[in-house]
Every structure is written in structure tokens, then in C-alpha cells.
């Protein structure tokens, strides 16, 4: 099973997808966690790990896999099957996933598809692209989940990387915007046939009612976590979470079931 957890800047994905892999790993889930944002240096703190290589380097790192990118005609006919053929030519599994590019901990792996180290390295694309590969032929067993941590925002979905995953998790912080985004978030699931699932997270006494009216007409809410004093501290110090939550528990039960 493939899982998009995905949602507005700061909402809670890295926090939800770290205990929710930790969850599923005392579950007896062998559990990959794909850090696909280019951007953020914390998920593998949360998870306890240390940041694996880029993904990108596999393919002879970003320069070299940007040419071929571009000598794929990707560019020009917008045809990512092109670039498939050019770096996965065939199912990739867990196991194949070589040793340098991930990090390990209590049955969760890590890997990262990339991240923007220096200025003027160069746009996020070609490792965007590569993700979008990635999980298009990455094949699991029975006993295998992955969960694919998102950027920001709604551009995996233009770029298609959710056209492979089983279902959309959209965890909802207690914002406008945040309410927003989940009708969008919601539309755009449904228009390539995926399940969305909704995840309270951050949430008050004053928010409940607001943000289970607004999000309930979305989409099933399968969680939902309080503003938690020990997840802000450890947000804070940048510590791994080794919290167990009950919500989390359930969240993970209904994506195994
Ligand atoms: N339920 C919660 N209670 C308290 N603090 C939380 C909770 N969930 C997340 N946080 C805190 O909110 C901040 C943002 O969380 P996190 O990094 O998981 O969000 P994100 O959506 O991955 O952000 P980004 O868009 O930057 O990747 C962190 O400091 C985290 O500790
Ligand atoms: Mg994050």
C-alpha cells in the first residue's frame, strides 16, 4: 500500500507520517517512509535516522539525470513514460532500494528523493521527476507500506506523482487556508480516482466543531490530534518522537484494514 500524506506548510505531515510509520512498524508493517520534500531537514530527525543520500544520485546525481531528462524528450512531449524507460525499466521493490539510500530504524526505512542543498543548484524537477518514477514502479508486498511525506501544496498533483498511490492522506491544521486546500485536496483526489482520507491535527477545543463541519463534507476524518504540548516541545529541539497516540493508533488500524 502507497500513501500520500500531504497537506498545507506546517500542518503536521512530517509529524503525522513519523508516528504513523512508527505505529504501523509495531504493527509488524514493514514500512517505507519516502521524504519527498526538497525542502525540509526534519523528518529524519523525527524519525530518529540520519538523512539518507539523495535519491537523485543513484541516477548519477542531478545534473547528469536532468540530461537525461532533457535527451528524453520529457520536455518536450510532456510524456513521463519517455522518462520512465530511461531510469526504471522495470518494478523496483523495498529490498532493491540500495543500502546507501536509506536509513533504518525499528522496521521503518527511510529514503530521501532529494534535497535542494546550495544556491543556483537548480530547480526541484528532476528529482520531483524521478519521485514521480519511483512510485509508479515501486511494487510491495502484503506486509509493506509506504508513505510518501509531500512538499507543501497541491503540485505532486500536477505532476502526477499521486496517479500511483492507493490513497491520499491530507492532514488539516486549524486554519482558513488549511480548509480550503481540503476541498481542493478532496477534488482533486476524486478526479484520478483516489481515496481521500482527512486528519485533524492541532486541534483546540474553539476548532473542533469548526473543522470537523468543514472537512466532514470532504471526506472521512480517520483522525484526529490534539494541540500536544510534548509533539510542539519536540517540534521545538528537533528530537524524535518515540510518543505513542492513541488517534495515531487508530489512523494506522484503518489504513492496514
Ligand atoms: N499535534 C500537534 N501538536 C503540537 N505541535 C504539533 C502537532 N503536530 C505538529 N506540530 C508541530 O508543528 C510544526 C510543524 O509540523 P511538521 O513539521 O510535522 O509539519 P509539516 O506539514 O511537515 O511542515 P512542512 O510543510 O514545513 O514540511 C512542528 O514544530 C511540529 O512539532
Ligand atoms: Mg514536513
Keep these: 500500500m502507497k500513501i500520500t500524506v500531504c497537506g498545507k506548510g506546517g500542518c503536521g505531515k512530517s509529524t503525522v507520517t513519523t508516528l504513523l510509520a512508527k505505529e504501523l512498524a509495531r504493527m509488524e508493517k514493514r514500512v517505507l517512509v519516502v ?28 545534473d547528469k539525470a536532468f540530461k537525461t531528462m532533457m535527451t528524453s524528450g520529457i520536455l518536450d512531449s510532456m510524456k513521463l513514460s519517455a ?80 496517479n500511483s498511490v492507493d490513497g491520499i492522506l491530507m492532514i488539516v491544521d486549524p486554519s482558513f487556508e488549511s480548509l480550503r486546500l481540503s476541498a481542493k485536496i478532496a477534488d482533486l483526489s476524486t478526479s484520478i480516482g483516489k481515496p481521500i482520507w482527512f486528519c485533524l491535527n ?21 483522525g484526529r490530534m490534539p494541540l500536544d504540548h510534548d509533539l510542539a516541545l519536540a517540534g521545538l529541539t528537533g528530537t524524535e518522537l518515540q510518543m505513542t497516540i492513541a488517534p495515531v493508533r487508530e489512523m494506522a488500524q484503518f489504513l492496514i484494514h
Excluded: W
Excluded at 477545543?205 to 471526506?219: I, L, S, W
Design 35 to 62: 521524504d519527498s520534500d526538497e525542502s525540509n531537514f526534519g523528518l529524519h530527525r523525527q524519525l530518529g535516522v540520519e538523512l539518507p543520500r539523495d535519491f537523485t544520485e543513484y541516477f548519477g546525481g542531478k
Design 83 to 162: 522518462f520512465a524507460k530511461k531510469f526504471f525499466s522495470e518494478d523496483f521493490t523495498m529490498a532493491d532500494i540500495p543500502e546507501e539510500y536509506y536509513s533504518e530504524k525499528g522496521g521503518v526505512k527511510l529514503m530521501s528523493s532529494g534535497k535542494i542543498h546550495k544556491a543556483n543548484e537548480g530547480c526541484a524537477c528532476t528529482m520531483n521527476s524521478i519521485l514521480e518514477q519511483f512510485v509508479a514502479h515501486l511494487t510491495l508486498a502484503e506486509d509493506e507500506i509506504a508513505l510518501l511525506d509531500m512538499e507543501a501544496g497541491v503540485e505532486h498533483f500536477g505532476r502526477g506523482t499521486d
Design 202 to 222: 492541532k486541534v483546540t477545543e474553539e476548532a473542533a466543531q469548526m473543522m470537523e463541519e468543514e472537512v466532514g463534507k470532504h471526506g472521512a476524518i480517520i
